[in-house]
């Protein structure tokens, strides 16, 4: 086991390297020539292109054709960067790890003593390299927990009691967004992740999820709740929630309630699986390993109805990209090939990791494909991934607000 010095050593060395590429980086102007795009949209085919990105946005997409003054791709797969709509990432050397994965922009569902929003901020100023952030700054629930407390230390009350009722809600609501949060999130129902928590218990009540919920839209954000339960998920979905998380235990009735108010679906299904699973034989841990088991067939099962039922899709790894973490080894490469294997086909489970992805953080309009106007966030992989979507785990070349971040195209 690493000691907490070397940790730290390792972080700092790794904040000063990404600074120092931050800085002097800059957004470039340039043809990519004989790519085959799939722009992230529904129903698109696969094509053959030159692309041009100027000021770090694409501003030409025309048929394949020979420039001189062109980056050749070979007829590699250039795809839109990936939205990770539900991460725990809260340092720069995890930012680093999801942004080198293809991971453009992220959805933060959590944030301990808020280093998630410190991380965006650094990302945000450009002292910082890494996707996007969008972060909750935290997780209210009926049990807040220390980390929340230390963050917004005028809630110290809910050390010793459950947070209960509309009204202190709405408060702990009103002093999230106060602190700069991008987006609410919510607990309706209680952790799968933990051996003394019984993700078949609800949580919040539909009458605090719905203060929570008219708090965060009178502030123009959206609420994602974590929801395992089919009571607690359906509450939420009643309160008017954006998202979804999880839903491993969703109702053929929650599913139609969804379909019907448009409510976005982020199954998490890669650390609901074995992959997830925390190592060891400790009590705790083989208990976690036995839930995995007796989860993964309802979830997968809610996932197939999902689609079955046209509601969209997302997805999000629940990934802290953390180095030696449990939760850290999640990519969204795993979570394609999960809902794949619920279904999907390659390309419908790209679009969830790209277009879907992008209209639950509401920002479709700016990324999460390949479009004129749109923000220059792309990656290349080498083989198609149609035939071979394990190719999606080793990026070429990632590409940032039109900056290249990751270059490999050269070992080609």
């Given at each position: ?21 931050a800085?002097?980086?800059a ?11 799939y ?92 996707p ?26 809910y ?30 129902s ?97 208990s976690l ?27 999000g ?9 449990d ?19 390659v ?11 992008a ?17 220059a ?36």
């Amino acid at each position: 086991m690493r000691s907490d010095n070397t940790h730290r050593l390792r972080g700092f060395a790794a904040l000063f390297l990404w600074a120092t590429l931050a800085t002097n980086a800059a957004a470039q102007d340039l043809w990519l020539s004989h790519a085959h795009l799939y722009d992230g949209l529904p129903g698109s085919a696969v094509r053959s292109v030159n692309l041009r990105i100027r000021d770090g946005r694409i501003a030409e997409i025309t048929p394949a054709a020979d420039r001189a003054d062109a980056r050749n791709l070979r007829g590699a797969f250039l795809l839109p960067g990936f939205i990770d709509t539900h991460t725990h990432i809260e340092d720069p050397a995890a930012a680093q790890r999801a942004l080198l994965s293809g991971v453009t922009t992220t959805r933060v569902l959590g944030d301990n003593y808020l280093k998630a929003m410190a991380t965006r901020d650094l990302v945000r100023s450009g002292h910082v390299r890494g996707p996007q952030m969008l972060v909750s700054g935290g997780h209210v629930r009926p049990q807040l927990g220390e980390s929340f407390i230390l963050s917004y230390p005028q809630f110290g009350q809910y050390l010793a009691k459950p947070l209960q009722g509309p009204e202190n809600v709405a408060e702990v609501i009103r002093a999230v967004i106060a602190r700069g949060a991008d987006v609410i999130k919510v607990g309706a129902s209680e952790r799968a992740g933990l051996a003394r928590t019984d993700p078949r218990r609800p949580e919040l009540s539909h009458d605090e999820l719905r203060a929570a919920v008219s708090v965060a839209t009178e502030a123009g954000l959206f609420v994602a709740a974590h929801a395992h339960d089919r009571r607690g998920a359906n509450a939420a979905v009643r309160a008017g929630v954006r998202s979804i998380e999880h839903g491993t235990y969703l109702d053929e009735d929650t599913l139609a309630l969804m379909r019907r108010q448009g409510t976005f679906f982020v199954p998490t299904l890669a650390i609901m699986s074995p992959l997830g699973d925390p190592r060891g034989d400790d009590a705790e841990a083989v208990s976690l390993q036995l839930r995995t088991q007796y989860m993964m067939r309802p979830l997968r099962d809610a996932v197939r109805k999902a689609r079955a039922l046209g509601i969209t899709v997302a997805v999000g790894t629940d990934s802290s990209y953390g180095d030696g973490d449990d939760y850290g080894r999640v990519r969204v490469g795993h979570e394609i090939l999960e809902l794949v294997d619920c279904g999907y086909t390659v390309l419908e489970a790209i679009s969830a990791a790209t277009y879907n992805a992008a209209r639950v953080l509401g920002i479709e309009g700016r990324t999460g494909a390949v479009a004129v106007g749109l923000e220059a966030d792309l990656l290349l992989v080498d083989r198609d991934p149609r035939l071979d979507p394990t190719t999606l785990f080793e990026p070429l070349l990632v590409i940032s607000d039109g900056t290249v971040v990751l270059d490999r195209e050269v070992l080609r």
